[in-house]
């Protein structure tokens, strides 16, 4: 082979392996325009130099693969995009969405090529489960930050690397950053670690919750030796899952009990002791969660009734400010889906509906800019910006890459040629069932890295199990593999 083709492969890889790392460091992103509605976060510069790398190797090899399954899904997604841009103009004509809706169709463009990238540059067993060790570690600094963050506020009393207000006042206010000291939960400050506030530090870490579980939930059928390389120690395991659940994230316990049962339906290891000891483990988190807040956690989780259209508003109340920023979006969400139910306000054309359909009872709450540009929600804006065509086919992109990679993993438990990497396999798309459903739910951004990157990864499982498989089966099928419970 050309020693220039295995020196462009090694770059490539190195830079899939930098964006894993850095993909929890945001704090550190570079924003501008209003609100910070535009910023590059450090696995961004890494992403721009692996597609350009990437676009000059196709060139210089010309040679085009056959596109899969989950790549021609991507780009129906990036085509319903470019047709609800066009239909908003059509419909409204408002200036506002044409401005915006370009530079979203231009940063879906970024997504496509991007999630191609990496998909075809992550297809074999070493490569994949090198960029999900990266993963880890970049996770694992995230979580040790946010467990020394937490000791530091609450029990030292110190801002020792625990609050980043330096790095916005060193770097001239350009920078995402968030005090630690104002989120407080019955007198406990929060843990944010290097993200922007306690639920995206929780999203991060999702990204690596799957390797956790499986360390905690190891299946029978695989010996220690085969996956004790390549999963986190489980003094490290605790560490993470403590540094996690120091949130105080609602959406972040939400998160750890779907992970638990995805890990288990994907092993077939599903009964009736599976559904109670992860019943048990949610009870006993919540039960430590509301007693270390003073009782604030259940009283903030029942906020949560609030977000129904019909439900009555306590716009007063203390902790009540996520549910009531997305009623309104939701509000605004159903005026779109009632003139357009098919494409929504169109790419771009949420913030200037809901300068036009902002509900009377958020002018009495100074929440009333909150989340205006993003819907506070994936879901939220992919109904609201693209309608219900939209958000039947992203979901449905989401569900197809999440669907293959469990059926590869299952296909691939009876054959022991496939354990070293199934492990692997199985703690991402643990991570990327988490992170969609995680994402749809709060974390509103068409553009989040780690989102993609995880997706991405997941989509790469079925080659990658096949090749794991193909690599040397020496001995007959196990039988029932996966069959014990927990």
């Not at 916005?168 to 007198?187: K, L």
């Not at 929780?202 to 990204?207: F, R, T």
């Not at 007063?316 to 400010?321: F, K, Q, S, V």
């Not at 749809?440 to 990157?453: E, G, H, K, N, Q």
Request: aromatic share 12%; charged share 10%; glycine share 8%.
């Amino acid at each position: 082979m050309d020693t220039r083709v295995i020196e462009i492969d090694n770059l490539t890889s190195k830079l899939i392996f930098a964006i894993a790392f850095c993909l929890p460091f945001a704090i550190f992103s570079f924003q501008w325009g209003e609100g910070g509605e535009s910023k590059i976060e450090p696995a961004h510069v890494f992403a721009f130099i692996l597609i350009a790398v990437a676009m000059w190797e196709g060139a210089k090899r010309l040679s085009f693969q056959r596109l899969a399954t989950s790549e021609k899904a991507m780009l129906l997604c990036m085509t319903v995009v470019c047709a609800s841009f066009i239909s908003a103009q059509i419909y409204y004509g408002w200036p506002g969405q044409l401005i915006k809706g370009y530079k979203q169709v231009i940063g879906f463009s970024f997504v496509v090529v991007f999630f191609f990238t990496v998909r075809r540059h992550v297809n074999t067993p070493k490569t994949l489960i090198r960029t999900v060790t990266w993963i880890w570690r970049g996770c694992l600094v995230l979580a040790i930050l946010g467990l020394w963050q937490s000791i530091a506020l609450n029990l030292l009393n110190v801002n020792f690397l625990a609050d980043w207000q330096w790095v916005d006042e060193v770097f001239g206010h350009t920078f995402d950053y968030w005090y630690a000291t104002e989120d407080f939960m019955a007198g406990l400050r929060r843990v944010n670690s290097f993200a922007s506030e306690p639920a995206g530090y929780c999203q991060y870490l999702l990204a690596a919750l799957g390797l956790v579980v499986f360390r905690f939930f190891p299946p029978p059928f695989i010996p220690r030796a085969t996956w004790k390389a390549h999963l986190p120690s489980l003094a490290m395991a605790v560490a993470y899952l403590v540094a996690f659940l120091l949130s105080f994230s609602l959406l972040g316990l939400i998160g750890l009990m779907i992970a638990l049962l995805s890990h288990n339906i994907i092993l077939k290891r599903i009964n009736s002791l599976t559904l109670i000891t992860i019943l048990i483990i949610g009870m006993a988190a919540i039960s430590a969660l509301n007693y270390f807040t003073g009782g604030i956690f259940l009283d903030k989780t029942a906020t949560m009734t609030q977000i129904m259209p019909d439900a009555g508003r306590e716009t007063g109340g203390d902790y009540a400010g996520s549910a009531l920023v997305l009623a309104m979006h939701l509000e605004v969400t159903l005026a779109g889906l009632q003139q357009n139910p098919v494409l929504g306000w169109g790419v771009g054309g949420h913030p200037e509906a809901v300068e036009r359909e902002l509900p009377a009872w958020i002018w009495n709450t100074d929440l009333v800019e909150a989340n205006a540009t993003d819907a506070a929600s994936l879901a939220l804006r992919l109904l609201s910006e693209m309608g219900l065509l939209g958000f039947l086919i992203f979901t449905a992109t989401f569900a197809l890459i999440i669907w293959q990679a469990v059926r590869a993993i299952q296909g691939a438990m009876q054959h022991p040629a496939a354990w070293e990497v199934l492990p692997i396999c199985t703690g991402i798309t643990v991570a990327s069932i988490s992170m969609v459903l995680f994402c749809l739910a709060r974390s509103p951004s068409y553009f989040a890295l780690v989102f993609w990157f995880v997706l991405a990864l997941t989509s790469a499982v079925p080659e990658v199990l096949k090749q794991g498989k193909a690599s040397g089966i020496n001995g007959p099928p196990v039988e029932n593999a996966g069959s014990k419970s927990l």
